[in-house]
């Protein structure tokens, strides 16, 4: 009567004592079935699952996490057949699974889907078949690699809401990903360096967006596509990045910037122009060596000839987390925007520990920098902390 059941395979009777367990389990619903399976069960077990899907279907599963690893033998095949249950609300399929779909499906109330690290049969059929059977979707988070097979992924969902794409996977230059979701509101878009294209066709619904480590084309795609967007977080390079023409992001309150990047000044000043109602900027230098970065030595900012309409007229609050006030670029980038700002409240400075004397000096010498910047509000607050 157990309504929630977790499986990890630790010996040779795993799959025994699963399919007594499932074929003993006697409550009408079957809230949650989890199978966690490794290389120690060879390929006759792997062929049993199909049959404690089953079981697991008939007992009304609303949550089932399949995760296989199988790294000796052929990943497991989930058929279409297996995409058949109505009272499934939440899925996900991990690793060493195979799926094909080669027509489409129903899972009427499905509202989760996660594909990590699956393969798919056929280029973007089997995902355009599963995704159409799932006319209820609102979260999708797919992971994939260069085991995932299949240059071209279209997402067409016009019920989802939440969308989280990782794909590490390399050599398709003519790739793309194309995605229409009219009621997506929380996008996140991660290590797309393999696809040149990356479509967002209609997204006016968005609120929030996390977009680091895409292709200098996908990025100009993607920016042009997030004007609805009012809280962004970028990590991009900024190699001549251009924001397409007309996009200007009326909705923003609240931007995210990394720093480590080359030349990340010049998408932080594009954004400034582009977002005249910005309420919030924080900038996160995530580099690991504070001392040096090769991507950024010679490299030199300007300031801009007009100052952003945000800073004469929004931006309230301004962070920088793990600033190095070793470089010359950042020194300058944080004075310019105290020296601007005429409505800004706060401006915090997140900053790592002293660890050896000698740098005592320069943090003093840092102080008196920017205690002796003439700043743009008369009530900023200026603040430090230590990580």
């Not at 690699?145 to 390399?170: H, T």
């Not at 309420?279 to 090769?294: A, E, F, R, S």
């Not at 003439?374 to 009530?379: A, D, H, L």
């Amino acid at each position: 009567m157990v309504p929630r059941l977790e499986f990890v395979s630790t010996s040779e009777r795993f799959a025994k004592n699963v399919g007594r367990s499932l074929l003993s389990h006697k409550a009408p619903v079957l809230e949650s079935l989890h199978m966690k399976i490794r290389n120690e069960c060879d390929d006759i077990y792997l062929g049993d699952i199909g049959a404690w899907i089953g079981i697991a279907f008939a007992r009304h599963v609303r949550e089932f996490v399949l995760d296989v690893y199988n790294s000796f033998g052929e990943p497991l095949l989930f058929l279409s057949s297996l995409f058949c249950c109505d009272t499934l609300v939440t899925l996900k399929l991990k690793k060493s699974i195979y799926i094909d779909v080669p027509c489409p499906v129903s899972m009427k109330s499905l509202r989760i889907l996660h594909l990590e690290s699956v393969t798919y049969c056929k280029d973007n059929e089997s995902i355009c078949n599963l995704l159409s059977g799932c006319p209820n979707l609102e979260e999708l988070v797919v992971h994939r690699g260069d085991s995932s097979y299949g240059k071209n992924f279209v997402i067409v969902v016009p019920s989802l809401k939440r969308l989280s794409i990782n794909d590490s996977a390399s050599g398709w230059s003519d790739g793309r990903y194309v995605i229409n979701a009219p009621c997506l509101e929380y996008l996140k878009i991660e290590r797309l360096k393999g696809y040149e294209i990356c479509l967002i066709e209609n997204v006016p619904e968005l609120v929030e967006a996390n977009i680091r480590d895409v292709s200098k084309t996908s990025s100009e795609n993607i920016l042009g596509s997030l004007k609805s967007a009012k809280r962004l977080s970028l990590d991009l390079s900024t190699f001549e990045i251009k924001c397409p023409s007309g996009a200007i992001f009326y909705q923003l309150v609240c931007l995210e910037m990394y720093t480590h990047r080359a030349k990340w000044w010049n998408l932080l000043t594009l954004m400034l122009d582009s977002s005249p109602k910005l309420q919030v900027l924080k900038l996160v230098d995530q580099h690991l060596d504070y001392g040096w970065n090769p991507y950024l030595v010679g490299e030199k900012w300007s300031e801009p000839k007009y100052v952003p309409q945000c800073l004469l007229s929004h931006l309230e609050a301004f962070v920088w987390t793990r600033c190095d006030w070793r470089k010359e670029e950042e020194r300058k980038v944080a004075a310019y925007i105290l020296r601007n700002a005429i409505r800004l409240k706060k401006a915090t400075f997140s900053i790592r520990p002293i660890e050896k004397l000698k740098e005592l000096e320069k943090r003093l010498e840092m102080l008196k920098v920017l205690n002796g910047v003439v700043r743009g509000s008369n009530s900023c607050q200026l603040v430090f902390e230590f990580e």
